[in-house]
Every structure is written in C-alpha cells, then in structure tokens.
C-alpha cells in the first residue's frame, strides 16, 4: 500500500492546516538516494554514525516541541520513515501554564521537518561529510483513522526486510 516511489509531492494538500492536531506519515530521502546512514543486514538496520546522528536529531524533536510525539519510525541506508503526532493539548496545563501554552506558536509539519533536517544536516556535515544533502522537500500522508495507522506502522517496521526488493 505505502510504496517508495523516486517522484516526491511538492505540494501539500491545499487548505489544510499542518499544525493540526494529528498523526502524519513522512518519508525524507537522501539527494540522489545516497546510502548514508548504514546498511540493512538480514531484515535489521546497522546504523552507522551518521544514521545515528539522524536518530538523535529525530529522538530532539519530541524533547524541543512538547506538542510533538514521535511513534513509529526508521532510518534506512537513503531515507527515513516517521509517524510523527502534532498535539498541542498534550502540554496544556491549568492557571498560570494554561495562559502560557495559549502564547506559542505550533511549528507546521513542513517546519518541523525543516528543523529536522536542518539541525541533522548541520551535525553530520561537522563530522566533515560535506557532500551530504537531504532531497528537497518531503512526502507526507495525513493518517485519518486507526487502520491507516497501523497499516503503516507495519509498512516501517517491515522496511529493512523489504529493502533489498525495493
């Protein structure tokens, strides 16, 4: 059902607004599908450091944005997979935290994947890998109900088996 595909959507859906609350798919792929983060070795990912810089930066969005939860997700050799959750009621508190949390700003799941990709880019080109570069842009699906969610849940954990035969 969730196939990878080498065309990337440009556009989001129109009118949509991706700071919702909501559960979104996301696909990000290295520029010219690089193998940059490790190999898939018997249906498992083996990181290398770069995909482990890529795991930290993923695991730093949930701690930066506390309306942020990340469920299921993986780094491959050229891309990465993630289900990321916005919820802007997970952080909100009563009294004084409540007239807080009414005053930031939630990030757009295009800005969040900019930050994402940003930050990781700029911690992998530190290590002196210069020549690395996301691809511009990203795919994403908007999940609408809990078979779609676990549909793809399964997609990413099944990834690293099927990776040979994409």
Known sequence: MYQRSNTRKLNRMKGFSYSSNGYYFV??????RNEWFGDAINGKMVLNRYGETVK?????????????????????????????????????????????????????LSELMGVFKTTSSKLIHKTGLNGFHWQRSFYDH???????????????????????ND
Do not use: A
């Not at 696909?27 to 010219?32: G, L, N």
């Not at 944005?65 to 299921?72: A, G, M, Q, R």
């Not at 050229?78 to 997970?90: E, V």
């Not at 908007?142 to 040979?164: A, F, K, T």
């Open 27 to 32: 696909t990000i792929c290295t520029q010219e």
């Open 142 to 164: 908007i999940i609408r109900n809990e078979i779609e969610l676990n549909e793809i849940r399964q997609y990413i954990r099944s990834n690293p088996s099927n990776y040979d």
């Open 56 to 108: 930290k930066q993923w695991l730093w969005l949930e701690k930066q944005f506390k309306y942020v939860y990340l469920d299921e997700w993986i780094i491959m050799p050229d891309h990465f997979h993630g289900i990321i959750m916005i919820n802007d009621l997970k952080s909100v508190g009563t009294g004084r935290d409540l007239s807080l949390q009414m005053k930031h700003k939630i990030k757009s």
